[in-house]
């Protein structure tokens, strides 16, 4: 155990703490790519966090930091790429400032994942009861007989029919949402507080998504796990998160209870990206529309990074940062709830 | 030019694909042939200036369709007709790809791009009239003059998406094919490029034949929707019918479990099963083995095509009226 593990936390059970403890909490959180035309700041700022057994949905158009996000948490941030700032603490732990070598250890008893394409995520020249049992093994002092049968128990929890014959089947003998099953096994291997499922659906039929999506909600309920499951996709977020975090050119624009953020956004983004999304319900002659696209990292403009797309942005919008203030229920990065845009 | 007259119509295509071992495999292993049946008897016509979208799941064979009607695959069995175009000749068909990335020649600049078709068909002559073609085509995709001189990676996603749908319309075509057109980009832009379709189609009366798994953007663009599973299409219908009153299992299906931000259904989980393999599909109705109507008809005979008011469907549980004891999605 390093020094910073879950000391500000009260209590000397170290249970106790761990109940308490959110499940993660990312404060002020800036990551730079330093390149040869200068450092790009691909999240500025962002501070978020996760209870025990609650699914944070993290939404945003590619290029806005959410996959980056998600990568910084779990240490997997390729160079150029580093923490420039800001902290990350898992389960109460302090996780920014281990060695790859303690991360090692931390990441899969602490935190698990799941990534967008099963098929690259698992390996195909082992049984996927082999790479279960392993990871188990790894993590607990289980026999490999206890292993086995945990690994047993695991596919029939992810919905695995079966599973006793399917632990000897190799990645290629299952089918996409299978695998995507797999993978969360894999992931709960551990018993982790925290799994970050990025794009979990995203390469699945819509039929498979629906199950995947209420599958995640069962697990997270079942054993208290905290998700940050990071979508482009809103529907995915309606269906499964409690709260969601909307992402804007590497910041969070926007933060609430799911309902509250689709029926009553209040960030002038959240607000045409609600709109955007065509309705299943009723036909409409023209789509809501926001003009222009997200600006490219290294053509931010100053101030806020939506004042050029923004109907209601004023001179203040183009001079200063807004931040996270409270707004209808929720938060709101926007002067529109602080003060004014003059 | 007769408007009666549909613009497309398809009867009875089948495409098989041979997906066999090699020959050396099949003769030192014993191995039969074997042949993936994409599409499956597939009929459908598309009336002028209407948009006729085809839903499904991947592998349900939908894109093979259009690489079908676009001529880039040829069809093992069944016929292609096409309407009267324009001044008595045939009718121009061109195609937007899923991906701008890809579909785009990146050491091409923009305007050689669309200027292309305009060349390869001899639609203008001279230089300066092309390029005051291209200059027009961009203003009508809403992109400016000078980007004619630049290449694909200066433009964002749905920039690239706008070029592609220019140099489909560079050729004055009046059936396009769009196989995915959004489904690469983010919501925001997804809107825009829906609404540029939209107003494409209205001022230049253009017929779509479109391709999606999205049901909420088919919802919003078709005239007409045919689901395929499996190579066969299952149930077609003008748009508000399907989505108001869905016949076909396999619809009510996809209806009830598509992601819906306004009503989402997250208590229940659902054990809907998988699609089948098309290399081994099921006897009887494809869809048996997630159906929860099936019966032994069903896993016996394949169902026909049969209309419901204006809805065609092909379902034995339908048919027979015991489809009313599913409870209806949505």
Known sequence: MTPAAASQRTGTDTMAARSAAPALEVSNLTVEFRTRRGTLTAIDD???????????????????????????????????????????????????????????????REMGAIFQDPLTALNPIFSIGAQLIETIRLHTDLSKEEARQRAIKLLREVGIPAPEERLDQYPHQFSGGMRQRVVIALALAAEPALIIADEPTTALDVSIQAQITALLRRLCDDHQTGIMLVTHDMGVIAETADRVAVMYSGRVVETGRVEDVIHDAQHPYTKGLMAAIP???ERVDKLAQIDGSMPRLNARPPGCAFNARCPAAGPRCHRDKPVLVPAGRGEAACFLHDGGTE | MDAATPILSVENVSKEFDVSAPWLNRVLEGKPKMFVRAVDEVSFSVPRGSCFSIVGESGCGKSTVARLVTGLYSCSAGDIHFGEGQGGRPVRVQMIFQDPHSSLNPRWRVGNIIAEPIREMKLRTGEAQIRARVEELLATVGLAADDADKFPHEFSGGQRQRVSIARALASEPELLVC?????????????????????????????????SHNLSVVRHMSDTIAVMYLGRIVEMAPAETLFNAPQHPYSRLLLGTIPDIHAPKRERELQSGEPPSPLNPPAG?????????????????????????????RCHAVEEGRAQEMPSAG
């Open chain 1, 46 to 108: 962002v501070s978020m966090r996760i209870a025990p057994g609650e699914i944070l949905g993290v939404v945003g158009e590619s290029g806005a930091g959410k996959s980056i996000t998600g990568l910084a948490v779990l240490g997997l941030l390729e160079v150029p790429g580093r923490i420039a700032a800001g902290e990350i603490h898992v389960n109460g732990r302090r996780i920014d400032t281990l060695t790859e070598e303690q991360l090692t250890k931390v990441r899969g």
């Open chain 1, 279 to 281: 309705s299943l319900h």
């Open chain 2, 179 to 211: 196989d995915e057109p959004t489904s690469a980009l983010d919501v925001s832009v997804q809107a825009q490029i829906l609404n540029l379709m939209r107003r494409l189609q209205d001022e230049l009366g253009l017929t779509y034949l479109f391709i």
């Open chain 2, 285 to 313: 109705c494809t869809f048996n083995p997630r159906c929860p109507l099936a019966n032994d008809r069903c896993r016996r005979d394949l169902p026909n095509l049969f209309a419901v008011g204006e809805t065609s469907v």
